[in-house]
Antibody, heavy 124, light 106 residues
Framework: EVQLEQSGAEVKKPGDSLKISCKGYGPNFSRYWIGWVRQMSGRGLEWMAVIHLSDSKTKYSPSFEGQVTISADKSISTAYLQWSSLKASDTAMYYC?????????????????WGRGTLVTVSS | DIVMTQSPATLSVSPGERATLSCRASQSVNSNVVWYQQKPGQAPRLLIYGASTRATGIPARFSGSGSGTEFTLTISPMQSEDFAVYYCQQYNHWPAFGGGTKVEIK
């Protein structure tokens, strides 16, 4: 079955580092782009960063550039999102999602397959 | 940056009735809009892409329309499992989500 499997919930303190993961299952998964989407409690969706699993080409939302790092390991079809120093305001649900990327058409992407989410809680 | 504005924020509908959700773009995005459904405690699910094409497995009671700056998602007839939050997103430019419309039981 084609699916995205995310790592489990995390509870961290301000200043801690963190790396969460998203593993893709299905044929030829490494040819896809994967993105991370933040959803703070009771709020809407915000895309943060996307990465191509095969060559690790990345794109960041201006709102999140410099705040997080996206990376990938194509050998295991896995994307990662990491923070070097968490803040309480990073508390949120983080979804990974597969892009349907209209590459080379002048268009961008939407998300056609979603993981179940990783809840990150940052509290002292 | 393109801003996507959804209205209303909350829509009260009775089962069996029609729900009409709106999404407005701050500038033209042609037909490059998708709609997602998110139920409580679940991840979003793709419903509609290209403004009007249903994604795989999406029932025919969901329909999308519009182009340019005005888009509509219609659900008719509403069923119990359709009460959820709905988001639009444009991909004509740097992607942007709308703020969502919560469809609740009247």
């Amino acid at each position: 079955e084609v699916q995205l499997e995310q790592s489990g919930a995390e509870v961290k303190k301000p200043g801690d580092s963190l790396k969460i993961s998203c593993k893709g299952y299905g044929p030829n998964f490494s040819r896809y782009w994967i993105g991370w989407v933040r959803q703070m409690s009771g709020r809407g969706l915000e895309w943060m960063a996307v990465i191509h699993l095969s060559d690790s080409k990345t794109k960041y939302s201006p709102s999140f550039e410099g705040q997080v790092t996206i990376s990938a390991d194509k050998s295991i079809s896995t994307a990662y999102l990491q923070w070097s120093s968490l803040k309480a305001s990073d508390t949120a649900m983080y979804y990974c999602a597969r892009l349907y990327y209209y590459e080379n058409t002048g268009l961008y992407w939407h998300f056609d397959l979603w993981g179940r989410g990783t809840l990150v809680t940052v509290s002292s | 940056d393109i801003v996507m504005t959804q209205s209303p924020a909350t829509l009260s509908v009775s089962p069996g009735e029609r729900a009409t959700l709106s999404c407005r773009a701050s500038q033209s995005v042609n037909s490059n809009v998708v709609w997602y459904q998110q139920k409580p405690g679940q991840a979003p699910r793709l419903l509609i892409y290209g403004a009007s094409t249903r994604a795989t497995g999406i029932p025919a009671r969901f329909s999308g329309s519009g182009s340019g700056t005005e888009f509509t998602l219609t659900i008719s007839p509403m069923q119990s499992e359709d009460f959820a939050v709905y988001y639009c997103q444009q991909y004509n430019h740097w992607p942007a989500f709308g703020g969502g419309t919560k469809v609740e039981i009247k």
